[in-house]
């Protein structure tokens, strides 16, 4: 553990001492902040309906939650996982440091876990910034603290997933450019494949519990499963081990 130690410390130091970092986290914010405000006005206009209209159920402030750490986290990390991940890897083969890194005696695996937990860090940081939008509505509108709390495990396991596969992207190409593509076409892939894989007859709604944005939304609910969990974890694990095994087959040509 030493070695992904080391790893993550550097991978750490290289987003914060660049404007790489600050640029992704103002950008997430930004558009966070964007999609929570309109989650809040389109609350309000179907409260002001449920008021005017008995038969209509006045909806919760819960609401605001799971839209704001569900489907709008979605697509914002769909333009952030690719700045975040496509110099990982990428960079380091332009730069020919990796060659280095993997004559170090350290296994690959190690590299990749220490590459991988420093984006991660980077997700964990920007997430706890945008936690004062849904805290407004714990202090002004007494809502059910629980989906909060799990939705944020689920933001930060699915942003996890992502990072994983930018992380994957990010070895099959010495150009970031192109790794910030390849991350991109992989995450909009998964997600597309998730909706259509509902819509498969007979078998779609079977489907939709391996999906990553049905277990992202299930923990957006407030109940901590074991199901996500479980899909997350394993899904990171076999992304992590494929990226391992394609830096091997690098390091032996």
């Known amino acids: 553990m030493n070695f992904v130690w080391a790893v993550?410390?550097?991978?750490?130091?290289?987003?914060?001492?660049?404007?790489?970092?600050?640029?992704?986290?103002?950008?997430?914010?930004?558009f966070q902040g964007v999609l929570f405000f309109m989650a809040l006005g389109?609350?309000?206009?179907?409260?002001?309906?449920a008021a005017s209209n008995p038969l209509l159920e006045v909806p919760g402030g819960e609401m605001i939650v799971r839209s704001f750490l569900g489907q709008d986290l979605i697509w914002t990390l769909l333009v952030i996982v690719p700045l975040l991940t496509m110099r990982l890897l990428a960079e380091e083969k332009k730069q020919h440091t990796a060659e280095l890194l993997l004559t170090a005696?350290?296994?690959?695996?190690?590299?990749?876990?220490?590459?991988?937990?420093?984006?991660?860090?980077?997700?964990?940081?920007?997430?706890?910034?945008?936690t004062?939008?849904?805290?407004?509505?714990l202090e002004w509108g007494h809502i059910d603290p629980a989906p909060m709390i799990s939705g944020y495990l689920g933001a930060f396991l699915y942003?996890?997933?992502?990072?994983?596969?930018?992380?994957?992207?990010s070895s099959l190409t010495d150009s970031s450019m192109i790794a910030a593509f390849l991350a991109l076409a992989m995450?909009?892939?998964?997600?597309?494949?998730?909706?259509?894989?509902v819509k498969i007859p007979f078998i779609g709604e079977n489907l939709e519990q391996f999906t990553p944005s049905a277990n992202l939304n299930l923990l957006a609910r407030g109940v901590i499963d074991t199901q996500p969990l479980v899909f997350f974890a394993a899904a990171i694990i076999f992304v992590l081990d494929l990226t391992s095994r394609v830096v091997d087959s690098q390091r032996w040509r």
């Not at 660049?18 to 640029?23: D, E, F, M």
């Not at 005696?105 to 997430?127: D, E, N, Q």
């Not at 004062?132 to 509505?137: F, N």
């Not at 942003?159 to 992207?169: E, Q, R, Y």
């Open 8 to 30: 993550f410390r550097r991978e750490l130091k290289s987003y914060f001492v660049s404007p790489l970092a600050y640029t992704a986290m103002a950008v997430f914010v930004a």
């Open 42 to 49: 389109q609350y309000e206009s179907l409260r002001l309906r």
């Open 105 to 130: 005696p350290m296994t690959t695996r190690h590299l990749v876990l220490g590459k991988f937990f420093g984006a991660c860090a980077v997700l964990a940081v920007m997430l706890a910034i945008t």
């Open 132 to 137: 004062w939008m849904p805290a407004l509505l």
């Open 159 to 169: 942003g996890a997933l992502l990072l994983a596969l930018g992380l994957l992207a």
């Open 187 to 197: 995450v909009a892939l998964v997600n597309l494949g998730g909706v259509l894989a």
